[in-house]
Protein backbone atom coordinates (compact mmCIF):
# COMPACT_ATOMS: atom_id res chain seq x y z
CA UNK A 1 0.00 0.00 0.00
CA UNK A 2 1.82 3.18 -1.58
CA UNK A 3 1.76 5.93 0.56
CA UNK A 4 1.63 9.90 0.11
CA UNK A 5 5.23 10.63 -1.12
CA UNK A 6 7.02 14.02 -1.56
CA UNK A 7 9.81 15.27 -3.45
CA UNK A 8 12.26 17.04 -3.03
CA UNK A 9 12.32 16.44 1.10
CA UNK A 10 14.54 18.89 1.82
CA UNK A 11 15.27 21.88 -0.36
CA UNK A 12 17.71 25.07 0.13
CA UNK A 13 17.18 27.87 -2.01
CA UNK A 14 19.02 31.48 -2.12
CA UNK A 15 16.12 34.12 -1.62
CA UNK A 16 14.62 35.42 -5.28
CA UNK A 17 14.96 31.67 -6.30
CA UNK A 18 11.83 29.63 -7.25
CA UNK A 19 11.67 26.69 -6.04
CA UNK A 20 8.80 23.71 -7.36
CA UNK A 21 7.57 20.70 -4.94
CA UNK A 22 5.63 17.54 -5.87
CA UNK A 23 2.94 15.62 -4.23
CA UNK A 24 2.04 12.29 -5.67
CA UNK A 25 -1.05 11.13 -3.43
CA UNK A 26 -2.72 7.71 -2.48
CA UNK A 27 -3.70 6.67 -5.95
CA UNK A 28 -7.30 5.90 -5.02
CA UNK A 29 -7.58 9.69 -3.70
CA UNK A 30 -9.91 12.86 -5.24
CA UNK A 31 -8.49 14.72 -2.43
CA UNK A 32 -5.23 16.56 -2.47
CA UNK A 33 -4.00 19.27 -0.25
CA UNK A 34 -1.07 21.47 0.76
CA UNK A 35 -0.06 22.77 4.13
CA UNK A 36 2.63 24.90 5.33
CA UNK A 37 3.85 24.05 8.88
CA UNK A 38 6.67 26.54 10.82
CA UNK A 39 8.76 25.94 13.48
CA UNK A 40 6.91 25.05 16.56
CA UNK A 41 3.06 25.41 15.27
CA UNK A 42 0.43 23.15 13.64
CA UNK A 43 0.36 22.52 9.88
CA UNK A 44 -2.04 25.68 8.29
CA UNK A 45 -4.11 24.80 5.26
CA UNK A 46 -2.77 26.58 2.16
CA UNK A 47 -5.06 24.92 -0.49
CA UNK A 48 -6.88 21.94 -1.81
CA UNK A 49 -7.87 20.52 -5.27
CA UNK A 50 -10.65 17.56 -5.74
CA UNK A 51 -9.66 15.80 -8.72
CA UNK A 52 -8.25 18.79 -10.98
CA UNK A 53 -10.28 21.62 -9.63
CA UNK A 54 -8.34 24.09 -7.04
CA UNK A 55 -11.37 24.37 -4.84
CA UNK A 56 -9.97 26.86 -2.14
CA UNK A 57 -7.00 29.09 -1.45
CA UNK A 58 -5.79 30.46 2.30
CA UNK A 59 -4.93 33.78 2.65
CA UNK A 60 -1.72 32.78 3.45
CA UNK A 61 -0.99 32.22 -0.64
CA UNK A 62 0.36 34.59 -2.00
CA UNK A 63 0.99 35.74 -5.27
CA UNK A 64 3.95 34.21 -5.06
CA UNK A 65 2.54 30.73 -4.59
CA UNK A 66 0.70 28.76 -7.04
CA UNK A 67 -0.02 25.10 -6.90
CA UNK A 68 -1.50 22.89 -9.73
CA UNK A 69 -2.78 19.06 -10.05
CA UNK A 70 -3.33 19.07 -14.03
CA UNK A 71 -4.50 15.74 -14.70
CA UNK A 72 -5.96 15.02 -11.06
CA UNK A 73 -3.11 12.76 -9.43
CA UNK A 74 -0.12 14.45 -8.68
CA UNK A 75 0.49 18.00 -7.71
CA UNK A 76 3.36 20.71 -7.73
CA UNK A 77 3.62 24.02 -5.20
CA UNK A 78 5.65 26.41 -6.67
CA UNK A 79 7.00 29.34 -4.80
CA UNK A 80 8.16 32.20 -6.84
CA UNK A 81 10.98 34.64 -5.50
CA UNK A 82 11.47 33.03 -2.44
CA UNK A 83 11.27 35.14 1.09
CA UNK A 84 13.21 33.86 4.36
CA UNK A 85 10.20 33.78 5.54
CA UNK A 86 8.82 30.98 3.17
CA UNK A 87 11.57 28.69 5.14
CA UNK A 88 8.81 26.05 6.48
CA UNK A 89 8.12 22.44 6.26
CA UNK A 90 5.61 22.16 3.05
CA UNK A 91 2.87 18.83 3.65
CA UNK A 92 0.62 17.45 0.95
CA UNK A 93 -2.29 15.26 2.05
CA UNK A 94 -4.71 13.09 0.27
CA UNK A 95 -7.93 11.95 1.21
CA UNK A 96 -11.15 9.92 -0.72
CA UNK A 97 -14.43 11.75 0.25
CA UNK A 98 -17.29 9.24 -0.25
CA UNK A 99 -19.37 10.31 2.82
CA UNK A 100 -18.42 10.05 6.29
CA UNK A 101 -15.09 11.07 7.82
CA UNK A 102 -12.63 13.11 5.05
CA UNK A 103 -9.41 11.71 6.87
CA UNK A 104 -6.24 13.27 5.62
CA UNK A 105 -2.99 11.01 4.85
CA UNK A 106 -0.09 13.51 5.27
CA UNK A 107 3.23 12.46 2.95
CA UNK A 108 6.64 13.04 4.69
CA UNK A 109 7.05 16.75 3.85
CA UNK A 110 9.82 18.72 1.86
CA UNK A 111 11.75 21.15 4.42
CA UNK A 112 12.49 24.42 2.56
CA UNK A 113 15.12 26.47 3.85
CA UNK A 114 15.81 30.06 2.21
CA UNK A 115 19.23 31.59 2.91
CA UNK B 1 -13.64 31.63 15.74
CA UNK B 2 -12.74 28.00 15.31
CA UNK B 3 -9.53 27.21 16.89
CA UNK B 4 -8.18 23.97 18.41
CA UNK B 5 -6.17 24.54 21.87
CA UNK B 6 -3.32 22.49 23.17
CA UNK B 7 -2.19 23.42 26.43
CA UNK B 8 0.40 21.27 27.21
CA UNK B 9 3.94 22.11 25.20
CA UNK B 10 5.15 18.70 26.92
CA UNK B 11 4.26 15.81 29.13
CA UNK B 12 6.61 12.89 30.38
CA UNK B 13 5.03 8.99 30.73
CA UNK B 14 7.13 6.37 32.00
CA UNK B 15 6.97 3.42 29.94
CA UNK B 16 4.06 1.13 30.24
CA UNK B 17 1.90 3.89 31.59
CA UNK B 18 -1.45 5.42 30.44
CA UNK B 19 -1.05 9.75 29.51
CA UNK B 20 -3.68 12.10 28.44
CA UNK B 21 -3.01 14.69 26.05
CA UNK B 22 -5.44 17.89 26.37
CA UNK B 23 -7.61 19.22 23.56
CA UNK B 24 -9.83 21.75 23.62
CA UNK B 25 -11.98 22.89 20.43
CA UNK B 26 -13.97 26.01 19.41
CA UNK B 27 -16.62 25.98 17.15
CA UNK B 28 -20.04 27.26 16.44
CA UNK B 29 -20.34 24.43 13.25
CA UNK B 30 -22.72 21.57 14.80
CA UNK B 31 -21.12 19.14 12.69
CA UNK B 32 -17.58 18.61 12.77
CA UNK B 33 -14.77 16.10 13.08
CA UNK B 34 -11.90 15.41 15.20
CA UNK B 35 -8.54 14.06 14.58
CA UNK B 36 -5.39 13.47 16.36
CA UNK B 37 -2.51 13.14 14.35
CA UNK B 38 1.43 11.86 15.77
CA UNK B 39 4.26 13.51 14.35
CA UNK B 40 8.29 11.97 14.81
CA UNK B 41 10.63 13.66 14.52
CA UNK B 42 11.29 12.58 10.63
CA UNK B 43 8.37 14.99 10.22
CA UNK B 44 5.51 12.95 8.57
CA UNK B 45 2.34 13.64 9.99
CA UNK B 46 0.49 9.89 11.30
CA UNK B 47 -2.88 9.48 11.93
CA UNK B 48 -3.93 8.08 14.76
CA UNK B 49 -7.99 8.44 15.43
CA UNK B 50 -11.02 10.30 14.51
CA UNK B 51 -13.98 11.09 16.18
CA UNK B 52 -17.21 12.74 14.73
CA UNK B 53 -19.30 15.20 16.24
CA UNK B 54 -22.79 12.99 16.90
CA UNK B 55 -20.81 9.95 17.27
CA UNK B 56 -22.73 8.81 20.77
CA UNK B 57 -19.55 6.12 21.70
CA UNK B 58 -15.67 7.75 22.59
CA UNK B 59 -13.44 6.43 19.65
CA UNK B 60 -10.62 3.74 20.05
CA UNK B 61 -7.52 2.06 17.85
CA UNK B 62 -5.54 0.05 19.37
CA UNK B 63 -4.18 1.82 22.61
CA UNK B 64 -5.32 4.80 21.58
CA UNK B 65 -9.06 5.98 22.86
CA UNK B 66 -10.06 9.07 22.20
CA UNK B 67 -12.12 11.02 25.68
CA UNK B 68 -14.73 13.06 23.84
CA UNK B 69 -16.85 15.48 26.15
CA UNK B 70 -18.84 17.86 23.64
CA UNK B 71 -20.33 19.79 25.82
CA UNK B 72 -17.17 20.82 27.47
CA UNK B 73 -15.57 20.69 23.65
CA UNK B 74 -12.57 18.59 24.89
CA UNK B 75 -11.12 15.65 23.05
CA UNK B 76 -8.44 14.33 24.88
CA UNK B 77 -6.28 11.29 23.59
CA UNK B 78 -5.26 8.63 25.98
CA UNK B 79 -2.50 6.52 24.83
CA UNK B 80 -2.74 3.52 26.96
CA UNK B 81 0.89 1.33 28.05
CA UNK B 82 3.02 4.01 26.42
CA UNK B 83 6.10 2.58 24.52
CA UNK B 84 9.32 3.78 23.72
CA UNK B 85 8.29 4.71 20.03
CA UNK B 86 5.27 6.92 21.09
CA UNK B 87 7.73 9.58 21.88
CA UNK B 88 6.82 12.42 19.15
CA UNK B 89 5.09 15.83 18.58
CA UNK B 90 1.20 14.82 18.78
CA UNK B 91 -1.27 17.51 17.21
CA UNK B 92 -5.04 17.49 18.00
CA UNK B 93 -6.76 18.58 14.69
CA UNK B 94 -10.54 19.63 13.83
CA UNK B 95 -12.39 19.83 10.68
CA UNK B 96 -15.29 21.51 10.63
CA UNK B 97 -18.00 19.45 7.63
CA UNK B 98 -18.95 22.97 6.11
CA UNK B 99 -15.15 23.53 5.34
CA UNK B 100 -12.18 20.90 3.97
CA UNK B 101 -9.87 21.70 5.73
CA UNK B 102 -8.11 20.50 9.17
CA UNK B 103 -7.24 23.04 11.68
CA UNK B 104 -4.81 22.60 14.19
CA UNK B 105 -3.42 23.06 17.59
CA UNK B 106 0.03 23.99 18.21
CA UNK B 107 1.04 20.12 19.29
CA UNK B 108 1.85 18.68 22.73
CA UNK B 109 5.58 16.72 22.72
CA UNK B 110 5.29 13.81 24.33
CA UNK B 111 8.39 12.03 25.96
CA UNK B 112 8.22 8.04 26.98
CA UNK B 113 11.10 6.78 29.27
CA UNK B 114 12.07 3.68 30.46
Known amino acids: DTGVSQDPRHKITKRGQNVTFRCDPI?????LYWYRQTLGQGPEFLTYFQNEAQLEKSRLLSDRFSAERPKGSFSTLEIQRTEQGDSAMYLC?????????????FGPGTRLTVL | AQKITQTQPGMFVQEKEAVTLDCTYDTSDPSYGLFWYKQPSSGEMIFLIY??????QNATEGRYSLNFQKARKSANLVISASQLGDSAMYFC???????????FGTGTRLQVFP
Open chain 1, 27 to 31: SEHNR
Open chain 1, 93 to 105: ASSLVQGGADTQY
Open chain 2, 51 to 56: QGSYDQ
Open chain 2, 93 to 103: AMMPYNTDKLI
